[in-house]
Structures are given as C-alpha cells and as structure tokens.
C-alpha cells in the first residue's frame, strides 16, 4: 500500500494561500492522488483529485510532479472556514481498492483572522 | 453531487447495551459501503466494507461479533454495536462509492457520535 506522509498541522492567515504537501514515494503507475476536508464532527468532503501535473477545480488545485513521488493541495487565499483538516489518499480509483479507503495522518490546518 | 446520510447524528447509551447505526445512500445504489470510525484528534480507521447481499469484510482487530453490519439493500448498510462499553464512544462514519462510478471520489455520511455511559 502507498504510505502517505503530511506535516500534522500547519498555521495560516486569512487571504493567504496556503500549499499542503503530501510525500508518498512508493506510489504505483495506477494510482491516483485525492485530497479530502473535514471539519470537526463532519465525515470528510472530497476536494481534489489527480493522476499528474496539475488538477485546478472551483476549491483548490493539486500539483504533482512528473516523479509523482509528492503532491501539493493549493487553497488559495484561505478564509476562516477553511480550518480543517486535509487528508492525502493514493490508490486506483476502484470501490475496493484499498489504498483509497486508508486515511493518513492528515494535516490540521488553522486559519487566523 | 452524491449523498450519503447517517441517522442518529449522536446517541447516549447505557453499557451493555445495543445500539444500530444507520446509513443511506440518498441519490445513488452502493453495492459496496464502508464503516469508518474515529477517535477525537485521530484519523479515520477502516473498520469494515458492507457488502450488500452477502457478509461483511472486517479489517483486522475488528471484532465482527461486536460490530455487526447487514447491507440488505443498495441504498442501506446498517451498524449495530453491541454490547457497547465506554471505550466503543467514537465518532462513526460511513461512506460509498456510487455503484458504476470508478472515479475514486468517497462520499461520507455526516457521522454519528456514540457515547456510552
């Protein structure tokens, strides 16, 4: 399975942009990148997902390298209501694939006024 | 987009006592749905997959006898824990992907916080 690898928490402010990278160096050739929120007490949402280069959607944008070795969750000009925690999936995009269903660490972000 | 709903949302219980959890895909037919669960300031742990029409697939350290799923429709998977203790306090989540859509994307229900006294 693709071990998945954040910072445990990162501080911003309000209008910054705010980049969320997530290692997992033994990617395999099928897998795929996504990116979910949760806020305290809520099931996570899904932000983002990707295979390579860059994903951009209303929310976020996702950057992966050409090694896909890595990836970067991009919230730009963060608010408040963005503190939650952001977890890094990597699997094949199959309902019973198991990488896509293993949770990380995740990273807990704090935005400040 | 696809939802899914929990219900209760929390529930208090009495040790020894049985609690059912339910879950509902509102807008799509999940074959296959996922019992999370997860303890303040940790992740989410996969306890089981639910399987309509067939039995459960339990992650190890998962005590089937205890968490007893039934998936007896495309749209509801159920989680009774019973015999609940304290230590089965936690926030549990379900969640599915819709049958015939590959695309990777989980949806989550809202969760559903147990407290057992």
């Known amino acids: 399975l693709a071990k998945t690898t954040q910072p445990i928490s990162m501080d911003s402010y309000e209008g910054q942009e705010v980049n969320i990278t997530c290692s997992h160096n033994n990617i395999a050739t099928n897998d795929y990148i996504t990116w979910y929120q949760q806020f305290p007490s809520q099931g996570p949402r899904f932000i983002i997902q990707?295979?390579?280069t860059k994903v951009t959607n209303e929310v976020a944008s996702l950057f992966i390298p050409a090694d896909r070795k890595s990836s970067t969750l991009s919230l730009p000009r963060v608010s408040l209501s963005d503190t939650a925690v952001y977890y890094c999936l990597v699997g094949f995009p199959l309902y019973n694939a198991g990488n896509m269903l293993t949770f990380g660490g995740g990273t807990r972000l704090m935005v400040k006024p | 987009g696809a939802v899914v709903s929990q219900h209760p949302s929390w529930v208090i219980c009495k040790s020894g006592t049985s609690v059912k959890i339910e879950c509902r895909s509102l807008d799509f037919q999940a074959t296959t749905m996922f019992w999370y669960r997860q303890f303040p300031k940790q992740s989410l742990m996969l306890m089981a997959t639910s399987n309509e029409g067939s039995k459960a697939t339990y992650e190890q350290g998962v005590e089937k006898d205890k968490f007893l799923i039934n998936h007896a429709s495309l749209t509801l998977s159920t989680l009774t824990v019973t015999s609940a203790h304290p230590e089965d306090s936690s926030f549990y989540i379900c969640?599915?992907?819709?049958?015939?859509?590959?695309?990777?994307?989980?949806?989550f229900g809202e969760g559903s916080r147990l407290t057992v006294l």
């Open positions: 990707g295979y390579k």
């Open positions: 969640s599915a992907f819709p049958s015939g859509r590959n695309t990777g994307e989980l949806f």
